[in-house]
């Protein structure tokens, strides 16, 4: 049987850029100092070159000198650890690389024109190879298809020409010849377009493609460097390779410290700066050399000219493939990992080629499981965890079933069962790797959920995004669940993403309403006070529910600032309708973490001293399903809310026998049932209501019928024994204006 080993999980630690932007800083004082006069324009050369690459190795030279243990100890094969060691190889290559680039950039300004080629040549040439070979020893990147790279290419063909283009007109012509300023100008160009496609390509957060990019800006400020002209002309012309230089040798350094962490997931390339950015330098090149009095020559014609070709091949190839909104293939890790599967591999490029492979004919399923480690254990430790994770997937699994390994991310299982064989598979997965985690003499627990996508006719990409948006859905929902990918679930993850976006600031932008629904004793029908309940009006998503509304401010914990605002303005409205002496109470919803909260009790307090408000006409509410939770806390604040005056009422009554027990501990004194308790119909419900009934009586608990929407049912309450009820039978919810019309139809209203 073979060893099977995920790769590790990796956490972005946030490092302290504050030297990255104080070198920044510096380098562009200076070269403002050189453009000016006051500092002469080669020693700002060699000044900026040395502060930033100086910064550069020291990041570097710190993961050559500290490097981490190969995963696997001794145990681990010579060829292992051999790619183990590529990071601490390729970081002192890249060290030596961005120092190279600086003693080059600091030398070169300075020597004489004599020796200026040999030492230009000598600094190229020294910082290109160790540049390469640093870029190389990286772990390799999967290779894509041939119809993607051909894409890339196209992509970068015509930006690339336009930046040629740009080089060839602003480079000088005094002393250079056709041949030698075209090829620095291709040069040039190439490397530009390089590091262009790097840093806003769809992996530009990967610690490899910031290497790249940083090479290829460093290279890109040695040739406009090596090809300054000889005497005073080279002045001010050197201030233009400081930026390229300063960032190419900082961006090296990031992304080597980069390398192996995980990138934000869903990234899609940024178009805007490869179809912006190089026809707008091309443009403005040549305003500039017809402001100077020169006419484009034959070269810069064709060049032009050549630029169409490829847009025209491009869209002949039709739009490149989008990068999947999902889990991404990350930076592959130090250490190889072995195939959770039979003949399979991990990533981290061979999950979409077995999906691929699968997709003809339409049969079998592809599991997507996110671990949530609820601690936050080292990076060794979790490398461990993924292990003994993969280890128990393919425990479960069917023997022609494969695992994948997402690395940093979770697994994934690409299964060829049928629905119901996968949701069941789904489900044995979640019980396997909720499991305690013993590793390295921590006991670690796992919240897994597992988001299923059906396996059809469609692209690979989209079968991992859509069981990735199943996945998310079920975290939303709570996670330890399984959720299938339907088109609804995707509305509703959507609806979801809307909300999260909108809700935090609701509050000062002014959009939460609050509408108020009478209560009315069943006797005579008279209203005897209200129940406030919150609506958000938004202009993008309309009005949201509080079913709907709360979770989502429960998850963005700011539910709290939600209770302020609702309890404020629920009593300045009660406020109002008191001042003509009508006696009514006011009810407010409250979720358990606002009553559980310390400052609740007095902070309500506050606000009746405030508006003037007698405690007994406040009425606070909570739901009876989610008081068990943390009930000795809620029993303390309802009896301190009762100790004031303020009236309780338990919500949503569900009369099981659980519930019968639970309340005779909870200290209230309104019990709200709902019609499924109240109004059923028929004898073998009439014990169940009569014993919810009989209960509230001897608890000295005044009955609330809620949800009363046919004459039937207001009927069947006031039978039962209910004193009040509310419900559209008796009266809507609406504005305050129009329940307060509401009230003056009746010629005095009280308790």
Known sequence: ??????????????????????????????????????????????????????????????????????????????????????????????????????????????????????????????????????????????????????????????????????????????????????????????LAVDALAALSGADRHRGSARCRGGAALTLLALVLLAALPAGPAAGRAALLAVPPLVVGVLLVAAGGRQVGQVPPAGQTALRWPRAVLPPVAAVVAVVYQLQAGFLPDLTAVLLALAAVPPLVVRELFGAAPAVPDGPTVTDPAPAPSAAAGPGGATGRADLLRALAARSEPACGALLVVDLHLTELPGRLVRDDVAAEAVRRARAVVADEDEVFDLAGSGLAVVSGSGPMIAYALGARLLAALSRPYEV???????????????????????????????????????????EWYDAYLEEQLVRRLDLER??????????????????????????????????????????????????????????????????????????????????????????????????????????????????????????????????????????????????????????????LTQLRRLPIDLLKVGPEVATAGGDPHRPLLDVVVTVAERLGLEVV????????????????????????????????????AYFEEFPSTSR
């Open 502 to 659: 909108e809700l935090p600031g609701a509050v000062a932008r002014g959009e939460l309403d609050l509408v108020y629904q009478p209560v009315l004793g069943l006797a005579d029908q008279a209203p005897v006070g209200t129940e406030a309940l919150l609506r958000w009006r938004n202009p993008v998503l309309g009005t949201v529910f509080p079913a709907e509304l709360l979770p989502v401010a429960e998850d963005l914990d700011i539910v709290g600032e939600l209770g302020v605002w609702v309890l404020d303005r629920a009593c300045r409205q009660l406020a109002d309708w008191s001042v003509g002496g009508r006696r009514l109470w006011m009810a407010v919803n409250v979720t358990t973490r606002e009553l559980t909260s310390p400052d609740f009790v007095p902070r309500t307090a506050a606000v009746l001293e405030a508006y003037g408000i007698g405690p007994d006409q406040l009425v606070i509410e909570v739901a009876e399903p989610k008081v068990a939770t943390e009930l000795p806390t809620v029993v303390a604040r309802l009896a301190g809310l009762r100790s004031m005056g303020i009236r309780t009422a338990l919500d949503d009554f569900r009369a099981e026998q659980a519930s």
């Open 440 to 482: 390295s003499g921590a006991v670690l627990r796992s919240r897994p959920s597992v988001g299923l996508a059906e396996l059809g006719r469609g692209r690979p990409e989209e079968l991992l995004r859509q069981a990735d948006l199943a996945r998310r859905r079920a975290a939303q929902l709570g996670r330890d669940r399984v």
């Open 1 to 190: 049987m073979p060893v099977f080993r995920a790769a590790p999980f990796r956490a972005t630690s946030c490092r302290p850029l504050l030297p990255e932007i104080s070198v920044l800083a510096v380098a562009a004082v200076l070269i403002v100092l050189g453009a000016t006069g006051p500092v002469p324009a080669l020693a700002v050369v060699a000044l900026a070159s040395a502060a930033a690459s100086t910064l550069a190795g020291v990041r570097l030279s710190r993961l050559t000198l500290n490097p981490e243990s190969p995963p696997g100890g001794p145990s681990v094969g010579r060829l292992a650890r051999r790619r183990a060691a590529r990071p601490r190889r390729a970081a002192g290559l890249l060290h030596a690389a961005v120092v190279t680039a600086g003693l080059t950039a600091a030398v070169l300004p300075l020597a004489s024109a004599g020796y200026r080629p040999a030492a230009a040549v000598a600094g190229l040439v020294g910082t290109a190879a160790l540049l390469v070979g640093g870029l190389f020893s990286l772990s390799p990147r999967s290779r894509p298809p041939v119809r993607d790279r051909l894409h890339r290419l196209l992509d970068q063909v015509a930006p690339g020409v336009c930046l040629v283009l740009t080089a060839w007109l602003l480079l000088p012509y005094a002393g250079v010849t056709s041949p030698v300023r075209l090829m620095v100008a291709v040069a040039l160009g190439l």
């Open 705 to 740: 019928a809620e949800e009363l929407e046919s004459a039937h049912q207001v009927e069947a309450a006031h039978r039962a024994g209910c004193r009040y009820g509310q419900g559209f039978e008796l009266a809507r919810p609406a504005t305050a204006e129009r329940v307060e």
